[in-house]
């Protein structure tokens, strides 16, 4: 392995550890915040972060020579992301136990599989098919708490906003594939167009901005980090590697890792039909990512 490629596992890893700690984050962070009040303070704090990042000769001048059509989409679609898709995903994270929400929101790789061939016009494998087929027993399992053949879902709403948040995400992500944004511009326009919004919603729903130590603490963490500096640990990885797919690899450790974290810091008893559930879903992303090549 070349210097430059253990430059690029390095930055991976460090990307994969910061997801790996957000599932935990968000759980910890619901205890002293509304999903808004959380989506709102973390949105504010990446966008001050993308802010900074732009001061930059490079990425100022990559924002000006943005257009102004991409611009106006770009402040749009953070209307999805980050706005709708992280105020879906803490509602599901304060109905369900971190680890449940945790691995049904790793399905959405099956997900935008599924989304990209009808609106992308792509051909679906049968492989494909059979992948989300095993992805989505794991959640079934995972669901019914480790009784599939029941199909008695424990927390409805809870499962159904986690399924939503993969839909909302993957829809993010076909739209960025029409667009030739640089990423990080991309990013801080996302953010400039939903931290008004959220803020606005905030305030017209009466709830009070963060004031304790506690909920700072948890926004700061969740909108440096999961928002802001694992994103351009994982882009500049990308763009060193000689290998996309040995970095991309990388991302299968985030679960089980974010297991541990949940179990050690959070204190919650990770469940054997947890472990089940995401094993079925990892080895239907597995089977969907050999589909593929």
């Known amino acids: 392995m070349t210097h430059t490629d253990r430059r690029a596992m390095q930055l991976g890893l460090g990307a994969v550890l910061l997801w790996s700690t957000v599932a935990t984050a968000f759980s ?7 999903p808004l009040q959380l989506v709102t303070l973390a949105a504010s704090v990446s966008w001050c972060f993308f802010a900074l990042r732009l001061l930059s000769p490079d990425r100022w001048q990559a924002l000006r020579a943005t257009s102004t059509k991409d611009r106006l989409i770009g402040l749009l679609v953070g ?5 709708l898709y992280y105020l879906v995903l803490f509602a599901a994270y304060d109905r369900l136990p971190a680890q449940e929400a945790m691995a049904i929101n790793y399905s959405w790789g099956i997900t935008l599989a599924l989304l990209a061939a009808p609106l992308l016009k792509q051909k679906l494998k049968l492989g494909a098919l059979f992948a989300a087929a095993i992805s989505y027993t794991g959640i079934v399992v995972i669901a019914t ?7 008695d879902l424990a927390q409805p709403l809870g499962v159904g906003l ?3 948040s993969t839909l909302i995400w993957s829809g993010y992500w076909i739209i960025n594939t029409r667009l030739s944004l640089n990423p990080e511009v991309n990013l801080f326009l996302n953010f400039s167009g939903a931290a008004p919004l959220l803020l606005g919603l905030l305030w017209f729903s009466g709830a009070p901005f963060p004031h304790t130590w506690q909920a700072w ?3 700061v963490y969740i909108g440096l980090f999961e928002m802001g500096i694992a994103f351009v640990l994982w882009m500049s990885a990308m763009k060193a590697t000689t290998s996309t797919l040995r970095i991309s690899s990388l991302i299968f450790l985030s679960p089980p890792l974010s297991l541990f974290f949940i179990w050690i810091v959070a204190g919650e008893p990770v469940r054997a039909y947890t472990l089940l559930g995401l094993v079925l879903i990892l080895a239907g992303l597995w089977l969907q990512r050999r589909a593929e090549h």
């Open 28 to 34: 910890l962070s619901l205890n002293h915040l509304s």
């Open 162 to 164: 986690a399924l939503l």
């Open 145 to 151: 708490r480790g009784a599939p053949l029941s199909l």
């Open 79 to 83: 209307w999805m992301n980050p706005g």
């Open 217 to 219: 603490a948890g926004g």
